[in-house]
């Protein structure tokens, strides 16, 4: 908040911050079991964030649940683990190698393997089996351009699936929650922050964030143009060499998907430098996103994140 | 940096998707991964120029037909301001997310083919950013390229558009004669047009004045939440968590809650664990009160001497949302701030043609995309403003209590 020439202003960051608190409110106020959704990416923790300012001096009155795919960066169960001691809060797993065990899902193979599109049926899983009836995400609108299509409170049929042609119309503040039973919602709190007003506001409010979003050395190999960290789980082409570089994340997710940046970014003003000058969206080097034009739609429309 | 929130609204082929491209890519918040993409797409369809409009369409069924169906939001930034873009489509059975798009934006960019002039969805799109409250409307006039850049063609649709302000008055007007294909007075000045003196849409967009003077109006806290912590630490805490929609609210403030009119004293005020001695809109906030009084959901605090009404009876105009028409004597649930009840319509006073915007007899029924004078009345009484004093208190939706889907959305009177 800042006063000038008499006329009292909010910046954006504060004023998108209240719009979060707002609706993270509504979800507690409206739903009777929700959850929260936590990758362990910078979206989700600041999610985690705002839902602590939210009901301060109480702890968060809901969950959060990872869903783990079990090819996770080290780090960031390393982070999760911490987090939620320091938090108090109560962590759910929903295991994708679990899923796999059941014969609820078949493992992918090949070289380009990715137990990303397997995660749907997992959450699905655990939203049913806790009976979970609001799960708030850390989705953007500005990541992926069938999410600019979505609301803030999305509407999710009984399985799980996602219509975006007919959503429900949603003005000014006023979020409808109403749902028969077995139905969810998906609940996007951040849905007007852009990855410039994340890392902003990571930096206003001194947010710890996981090591592997500064620069470090680790373990590459370089697939079509994209620097993928390497994991034993993974399976190289005989082109491909592991190298030693000197990298950072710019988004988190399941390592075999994850593209690294090649950067010097060692703290929070470096990389908002970084991506004020950079060309590239954050997903562009997310090959979950690469497989088709409109892959992130038909993943939502199943009922993915 | 300050936040503008627009919307735009076009009839199909008027270039909207194409105009929104179009600033993104000159203010150059388009980035190399979606250029390729789209440029790929493109490509592919045998486009003759890149597709601006690629940048926007967010579905398959869009990307498809050319067309867009849903309410879609576009983020960019210039030094001088931050912008949300809500992109809204044109069509006639689209009107509902038309309103939508109008409901949280301070500006409206509308849409004209210069070679069609003002159309019936010209006079729509203006009245639905009229009745939702939007005070700057900007008028694109688009493809002046088509009309050899005429000052002639732009002056005649300046005046029709003005025939349609005096009717529907209170309005910061602005024209704009551009061609978001070639870029003409987008984002770059149009070497094309040396008659237009005035700036370009983003120096317009960049220079309107986003103040909405909501902290010199009355107070207006809706509770939307009661925090209790079971902990010995904050054993006797009790904290009324909601956003300043309006009014200034201050520490040692006394305060009433209504509808109940009990009153108290704010004893202290919380943003998370940062503690405040004043808060403005459209802050989230928690506070205490010196009284240990019956406050919950729903309710709404107010300074004494500027209350709003209390009813259970009012007068809305309402926009209908469903395929499923709405029926006088009909009940739904009504969600205005934070509270709901139960709500019957009463009757229709008229019904008001978009297209002429003239005023029809009510009937008895309201169907989508329609809009109406309606009675109400409510299962219990409802603490409201009139929408024009104030969108958070006088605005509420419908809810059909058979399907839970948003149906209908009004404007108290």
């Known amino acids: ?305 | 940096m300050e936040l503008l929130r627009f919307t735009t609204a076009g009839s199909v082929d008027d270039g909207k998707s194409t105009l929104i491209g179009r600033l993104l890519y000159d203010s150059k918040s388009i980035f190399e991964d979606q250029l390729e993409a789209v440029k790929k797409a493109s490509l592919q369809k045998g486009d003759e120029h890149i597709n601006l409009a690629l940048f926007t369409d967010g579905l398959r069924s869009e990307r498809q037909q050319g067309i867009t169906i849903d309410v879609a939001y576009r983020y960019f930034h210039t030094p001088k301001r931050k912008f949300i873009i809500a992109d809204t489509p044109g069509h006639i059975q689209y009107t509902r997310n038309m309103v939508t798009g109008a409901s949280t934006a301070h500006a409206a960019v509308i849409l004209v083919d210069a070679r069609n002039g003002v159309t019936e969805q010209t006079r729509r799109h203006y009245y639905i950013a009229w009745l939702l409250g939007i005070k700057h409307i900007i008028v694109c006039i688009n493809k002046m390229d088509l009309v050899h850049y005429s000052e002639e063609v732009f002056l005649h649709i300046l005046n029709d558009v003005n025939l349609i302000g005096d009717k529907l008055p209170g309005v910061d007007l602005h024209f704009i004669p551009i061609s978001a294909l070639l870029g003409d007075n987008v984002v770059e000045a149009s070497a094309n047009m040396p008659w237009y003196q005035g700036p370009t849409l983003l120096q317009k967009l960049e220079s309107i004045d986003v103040r909405n003077h909501l902290h010199e109006k009355p107070l207006r806290m809706p509770v939307q939440y009661v925090i209790r912590p079971i902990s010995d630490k904050y054993h006797d805490y009790r904290g009324y968590a909601g956003r300043i929609e309006s009014g200034t609210l201050r520490v040692g403030d006394e305060v009433i809650i209504l509808p109940s009119g009990m009153s108290s004293r704010i004893t202290s005020m919380h943003v998370g664990d940062t503690f405040i001695e004043e808060a403005i809109p459209p802050m989230s906030v928690a506070i205490t009160l010196a009284d240990d009084i019956d406050v919950e959901r729903g309710n709404i605090i107010v300074h004494p001497g500027s209350q709003p009404l209390i009813s259970n009876a009012f007068e809305a105009t309402i926009c209908w949302m469903n395929p499923v028409p709405m029926h006088i004597n009909q009940l739904y649930t009504i969600r205005q701030t934070t509270s709901e009840a139960k709500c019957k319509i009463l009757n229709q006073h008229c019904r008001i043609d978009i297209n002429s915007l003239e005023q029809k007899p009510g009937e008895n029924e309201l169907k989508m995309n329609e809009i109406g004078v309606f009675s109400l009345k409510a299962s219990r009484p409802m603490v409201f403003d009139s929408y024009r004093q104030n969108r958070a208190t006088g605005s509420f939706i419908l809810i059909d209590e058979a399907t839970n889907e948003t149906v209908g959305v009004g404007m108290i009177q």
């Open chain 1, 1 to 305: 908040m800042e006063s000038s020439k008499g006329t009292i202003r909010i910046n954006h960051l504060r004023e998108l911050e209240a719009e979060a608190i707002y609706v993270i409110r509504e979800v507690a106020a409206q739903f009777e079991r929700p959850v929260l959704l936590f990758s362990g990416g910078k979206d989700s923790i600041v999610l985690v964030h705002l839902s602590l300012k939210a009901f301060w001096p109480a702890p968060l009155p809901f969950p959060l649940l990872h869903i783990d795919t079990g090819h996770n960066f080290p780090e960031t169960i390393e982070y999760r683990d911490r987090l939620v001691e320091r938090i108090g809060a109560r962590l759910i797993v929903g295991s994708v190698q679990e899923s796999i065990d059941k014969g609820r899902v078949k493992e992918e193979t090949g070289y380009n393997a990715s137990r990303n599109v397997l995660q749907t049926t997992t959450l699905l899983d655990t939203i049913e089996q806790y009976k979970f009836d609001a799960a708030m995400g850390g989705a953007r609108r500005d990541e992926e351009k069938a999410r600019a299509k979505e609301r803030f409170f999305s509407h999710r049929d009984e399985f799980g699936q996602w219509d975006p042609k007919n959503q429900r119309p949603e003005l000014w503040n006023i979020f409808n929650g109403k749902k028969h039973l077995g139905e969810h919602f998906r609940v996007f709190p951040i849905s007007n922050w852009t990855e410039m007003d994340v890392w902003q506001y990571i930096y206003l409010e001194k947010i710890e964030m996981p090591s592997i979003y500064f620069t470090h050395r680790r373990k590459v190999f370089c697939r079509d143009g994209v620097w993928l960290a390497y994991a034993p789980f993974m399976k190289l082409k005989p082109e491909e060499k592991i190298e030693e570089k000197e990298v950072r994340c710019r988004t988190i997710g399941d390592i075999t998907c994850t593209g690294l940046t090649l950067s010097q970014a060692d703290d929070l003003e470096d990389i908002i430098e970084e991506i004020a000058a950079s060309r590239v969206t954050e997903r562009g080097s997310r090959w979950d996103d690469k497989r088709s034009d409109a892959a992130m739609e038909d993943r939502k429309k199943e009922g993915y994140f």
